[in-house]
């Protein structure tokens, strides 16, 4: 079946430095969200990627959609304490409207 | 954008009864979803509520256990019946905004379900 693979399950980082989590799926995909979510909170939509190769940046963010649609990534600058939080890729195929969640990053950044 | 509430925020539940959640958004949005949530794990799809028709579940999921309303755009409710411990969980209601093909999908704050 449809399956959004996201690695790695965990990165502890110190603060100031890079992060990046990884998705991919076995089919293409007809677009990728990332969302975040803060501990004890609820999943935050972040980006939606559409277009083959795009790239888009939010700040210190950066996420990219693969030329073939099938993997993506999400890459932060100089993390702070702040971006704390699980992050989550979500596919979604074409013909369909529901979102495959992957397993999430999640991030812990040490001051 | 969409707010969207939940109630309960959460409730300790004996095993064998059944607690209904209900979501309520601000807007009226055409697609609207109940996810599973365990701790420390990723989101899975119960169902999508259809507004005035039998929702759709996802594999694994099944009515009896989980029915679902929707008798407007605004509102729905997600039943989980006969409850089991393995039923503790967090259950989300998420709404995506219409418009393609770019989308946003929001979700509400959760109902933290603990089934002793």
């Known amino acids: 079946g449809q399956q959004v693979m996201q690695i790695p399950q965990y990165q502890h980082v110190q603060e100031g430095e890079d992060f990046t989590t990884y998705c991919n799926s076995s089919?293409?995909?007809?677009?990728i969200q990332w969302y975040k979510q803060r501990p004890g909170g609820h999943p935050v939509f972040l980006i939606q990627?559409?277009?083959?190769?795009e790239v888009k940046k939010q700040k210190r963010l950066t996420f990219q959609f693969g030329e073939a649609k099938k993997n993506s990534s999400l890459h932060i600058t100089a993390t702070q304490t702040t971006d704390v939080g699980t992050y989550f890729c979500a596919g979604e195929y074409t013909g369909g409207f529901k979102t495959i969640f992957g397993a999430g990053t999640r991030l812990f950044v040490k001051a | 954008s969409a707010v969207i509430s939940q109630k309960p925020s959460r409730d300790i539940c004996q095993r064998g009864t059944s607690l209904t959640i209900q979501c309520q958004v601000d807007s009226q949005v055409t697609m609207m979803f109940w996810y599973r949530q365990q701790p420390g794990q990723s989101l899975t799809l119960i169902a999508t509520?259809?507004?005035?028709?039998?929702?759709?579940?996802e594999s694994g999921f099944v009515i009896d256990k989980f029915p679902i309303s929707r008798p407007n755009l605004t509102f729905s409710t997600l039943t989980v019946s006969n409850m089991s411990p393995e039923d503790s969980s967090i259950y989300l209601c998420?709404?995506?905004?219409?418009?393609?093909?770019?989308?946003?999908?929001?979700f509400g704050p959760g109902t933290r379900l603990l089934v002793l």
């Open positions: 990627l559409v277009k083959s190769g």
């Open positions: 998420s709404v995506r905004t219409s418009g393609r093909p770019i989308v946003t999908q929001y």
């Open positions: 089919t293409t995909l007809s677009n």
């Open positions: 509520a259809n507004q005035g028709s039998e929702a759709t579940y």
